[in-house]
């Protein structure tokens, strides 16, 4: 137990559904973070919030839309999704801006998209 | 090519052999870090080094700085060590984290 909370743990969608993935911390920490691990690549940075504001965007489709109304809260909302995006979705925080405090991961969503 | 080369890819081992996964990488960083991934995906943070050693339990961390390359030694090792290690470094010039594929460690009794 790592103090972060995902939910749904699995998810299966068309790609004309549109749902949302949920992160919760309970750590106190000011930064949250969503990757995208896909098989056999590394670990990708979707997008970081500090102190609630979004200060990175990896370049990462529309479809994918993240939202942060607090410090404890991170939400990635999905809509027309592609195939190529099943992928285990990743939710973690830190007490600062990442690469320079410890990261805390959440078990993960593992999304499928038909 | 990755910034972050990791080696071996896969590895079996005996329970109570003395395991060593390497991290090569070819930025300058201000931090390195050890993370692994047990199956069903939750990610535990195992070590952040910028220099030096460290040691927590049976596993050991090291680094060098000059030569760009890491060390993750898992001592006596045992069945539960069994997942994927991954190295992730963050460039100093940057906050975010780059990350190594991953080393798949099967420890068997």
């Known amino acids: 137990e790592t103090g972060v909370t995902q939910t749904p743990r699995h998810l299966v969608m068309g790609m004309t559904n549109k749902k949302s993935l949920k992160c919760e911390q309970h750590l106190g920490h000011n930064a949250m973070y969503w990757y995208k691990q896909s098989a056999k690549k590394p670990l990708e940075l979707m997008f970081v919030y500090s102190l609630e504001e979004r200060v990175e965007n990896n370049s990462v489709p529309s479809r994918f839309s993240p939202e942060c109304p607090n410090s404890s809260h991170l939400f990635l909302h999905l809509h027309t999704l592609q195939p190529e995006d099943s992928a285990l979705y990743l939710c973690?925080?830190?007490?600062?801006?990442?690469?320079?405090?410890?990261?805390?991961f959440g078990p993960g969503t593992r999304l499928t998209v038909t | 090519k990755n910034e972050v080369e990791q080696s071996p890819q896969n590895l079996t081992a005996q329970e109570g052999e003395f395991i060593t996964i390497n991290c090569s990488y070819s930025v300058g960083i201000s931090a390195l870090h050890w993370l692994q991934q047990h199956p069903g995906g939750g990610i535990v943070s195992l070590f952040m080094l910028s220099s030096g050693k460290k040691k927590h339990g049976r596993l050991i961390a090291t680094i060098n700085i000059q030569e760009k390359h890491s060390s993750l030694h898992i001592t006596a090792s045992h069945p539960r060590d069994s997942a994927v290690y991954i190295c992730?470094?963050?460039?100093?010039?940057?906050?975010?984290?780059?990350f190594g594929t991953g080393t798949r460690l099967q420890v068997t009794l």
């Open positions: 992730a470094v963050n460039p100093g010039t940057a906050s975010k984290l780059t």
């Open positions: 973690a925080s830190s007490q600062g801006r990442q690469g320079y405090y410890e990261q805390y």
